[in-house]
């Protein structure tokens, strides 16, 4: 902060003062600090008893304290214990001027600094300046003209005062901003990844509405038991990504039996000892529940088969029954290579797509019973044949 030096003599003064301190007969004169304004403080140090005197006078007249102390730590304390608005230094009993002037910088910043000279010379202004003082008064004072000083000094410091309070109230409302905005940023990023969170599920829920329905529209035109098995299996392919299929139906007599077969990767020639045992052991199980049942490893399964050797053996296997109100009218089982797999989505779909598969088969059931009273002809060998050469896309 800048600091102007104000050089003052009283070479010109009347003859006619009080005492030799100054003392003299105009008091009135200065303008008297604003009382709205608080008390103003001085802190006079390195003065003689003399100067003291004068200065207490001449201070208490304009309305401001003065506080005396000796060079050194005893000034340093005052300085660190009370904010004072000015501090006059005198060359009566203090050495180093400058110095002291840049501690009150640095330990009172908005306090102004006046050095009281014994003698005005080119020396001693030059070391107030450097020390950072605004003013240089020559000993003894004239009352009025330190008063009218004195009190334009303080205007000033109250002035880099108001302005050094404003910057701290200024720095505290922007810490307290800082902390508003990156607390309103943090909710807005939470709020902004809950609506991602939201939009994605509705976005997913959307979707699993269309394929539902695109899927409903396709089978409700397959009146016939092959055909809805066919389109059936290859749109849920589409969606799956290659894989081997087979379907299972239920039997009037309670036996389970293969519907249809689609060969990806392994021909029905040689899975037929795994869908053989799917349809008599597996199937009844997964009737009884509703779960989507994922077999990570099979091998142990199908080497009870005496298949160890085949590519079974390192086959994932997928399966879940097919619920029409509380009848399974079907049991699905997909299976490839486990280093492929299925991924967790997958029962998402498979969730919106098996019951629509099952409500087809109960209308298909219902059409074909109101004509002859039981389940449509199983499909003969010429048709399994057909299904055998199906390659999944």
Same mark, same amino acid.
């Given at each position: 902060m800048g600091r102007d030096l104000r050089v003052g003599s009283n070479a010109n003064r009347s003859e006619d003062h009080g005492d030799s301190f100054g003392h003299d007969g105009d008091l009135d004169a200065g303008v008297p600090l604003r009382r709205e304004e608080g008390s103003a403080a001085a802190l006079l140090v390195g003065a003689s008893a003399g100067v003291e005197s004068a200065i207490r006078a001449a201070a208490t007249r304009a309305g401001v304290e003065v506080v005396t102390a000796n060079p050194g730590d005893d000034a340093r304390a005052a300085l660190i214990e009370r904010r004072f608005d000015v501090v006059l230094?005198?060359?009566?009993?203090?050495?180093?001027?400058?110095?002291?002037?840049?501690?009150?910088?640095?330990?009172?910043?908005?306090? %102004?600094? =006046?050095?009281?000279?014994?003698?005005?010379?080119? /020396?001693? !202004?030059? *070391?107030?300046? &450097?020390?950072?003082?605004? +003013?240089?008064?020559?000993?003894?004072?004239?009352?009025?003209?330190?008063?009218?000083?004195?009190?334009?000094?303080?205007?000033?410091?109250?002035?880099?005062?108001?302005?050094?309070?404003?910057?701290?109230?200024? %720095?505290? =409302?922007?810490?307290?901003?800082?902390?508003?905005? /990156?607390? !309103?940023? *943090?909710?807005? &990023?939470?709020?902004?990844? +809950?609506?991602?969170?939201?939009?994605?599920?509705?976005?997913?829920?959307?979707?699993?509405?269309?394929?539902?329905?695109?899927?409903?529209?396709?089978?409700?035109?397959?009146?016939?038991?092959?055909?809805?098995?066919?389109?059936?299996?290859?749109?849920?392919?589409?969606?799956?990504?290659p894989t081997n299929a087979a379907v299972f139906l239920p039997g009037s007599d309670g036996e389970w039996s293969l519907g249809a077969y689609v060969n990806y990767d392994c021909p029905r020639s040689v899975a037929q000892p795994l869908l053989d045992r799917l349809a008599s052991d597996v199937c009844p199980e997964l009737s009884q529940m509703d779960e989507l049942m994922r077999f990570e490893d099979s091998s142990d399964f199908v080497e009870s088969l005496g298949l160890g050797t085949t590519t079974l053996a390192t086959s994932q296997i997928v399966a879940w029954p097919c619920y029409a109100k509380s009848d399974c009218l079907a049991v699905f089982v997909l299976f490839r290579d486990s280093k492929r797999g299925f991924g967790d989505e997958l029962a998402t779909v498979i969730d919106a797509l098996r019951t629509v598969f099952a409500e087809q088969i109960a209308t298909v059931l219902r059409i074909h019973h109101r004509a002859t009273g039981g389940w449509p002809n199983e499909a003969s060998d010429e048709d399994h044949d057909e299904w055998d050469d199906r390659k999944a896309a």
């Open positions: 230094i005198s060359d009566e009993r203090h050495t180093a001027i400058a110095r002291f002037a840049q501690l009150v910088t640095r330990l009172a910043p908005s306090a %102004k600094t =006046i050095l009281l000279a014994k003698a005005m010379t080119v /020396a001693t !202004v030059v *070391e107030a300046m &450097r020390g950072g003082m605004i +003013d240089v008064m020559e000993l003894p004072i004239e009352q009025a003209d330190f008063r009218s000083r004195l009190l334009s000094a303080i205007e000033r410091s109250r002035e880099d005062r108001d302005r050094e309070d404003r910057v701290h109230r200024l %720095k505290g =409302i922007c810490k307290k901003l800082n902390d508003a905005r /990156a607390e !309103v940023s *943090e909710q807005a &990023r939470a709020l902004s990844d +809950d609506l991602r969170a939201v939009r994605e599920e509705a976005d997913g829920k959307l979707d699993d509405v269309a394929m539902t329905a695109e899927y409903r529209t396709l089978l409700r035109q397959e009146l016939d038991l092959e055909d809805l098995l066919r389109v059936g299996v290859e749109y849920l392919i589409g969606k799956t990504g």
